[in-house]
């Protein structure tokens, strides 16, 4: 959820920043933090999952017994 609310209102600061030396820092200095926040979330993801897969697998297949 913090990953989302920090990519939605990078959206609304890109808009809004004026193209001065001070905005253009704040800029790259956010984008910094986006791009860093993404990269830590997607490699966590993929770190845990080779863990828990046999469960998602259990789970999709108990799924389809059921129906």
Do not use: D, H, W
Not at 10 to 36: H, V
Not at 48 to 56: A, I, L
Request: proline share 1%; charged share 15%; with cysteine.
């Amino acid at each position: 959820m913090y990953l989302r609310n920090v990519l939605i209102s990078g959206q609304s600061a890109e808009s809004m920043m004026s193209y001065t030396q001070l905005g253009r820092a704040a800029m790259l200095s956010f984008l910094q933090l986006k791009y860093a926040l993404i990269i830590v979330a997607s490699v966590s993801i993929i770190c845990v999952y080779p863990f828990v897969r046999r469960y998602f697998e259990k789970g999709v297949l108990l799924g389809s017994l059921k129906g």
